[in-house]
């Protein structure tokens, strides 16, 4: 059981670190003049699910999902 809980928190530390880095590589929310006049939303804005931008979020999520569940896992003592 120690060498499971060896490999799931050297996982855990490699995925705070994509974490990380993946949030520091996304731009900005802010739309800034452009949303007063309806100039946000653009070809860009509506296809921004298949931009790179799209897929950073994505797996944003996704690696946050899986940060909460080995945070749970790691603290269940079970190990």
Do not use: D, P
């Amino acid at each position: 059981m120690g060498v499971l809980k060896i490999v799931i928190q050297i996982i855990f530390i490699i995925l705070c670190i994509a974490l990380t880095v993946l949030v520091l590589m996304q731009e900005g929310k802010s739309a800034g003049l452009g949303a007063i006049s309806g100039a946000a939303e653009t070809y860009w804005g509506k296809n921004k699910g298949r931009s790179m931008e799209g897929k950073l979020v994505k797996l944003t999520k996704y690696l946050a999902i899986g940060f909460m569940l080995l945070t749970i896992i790691l603290n269940l003592n079970v190990f």
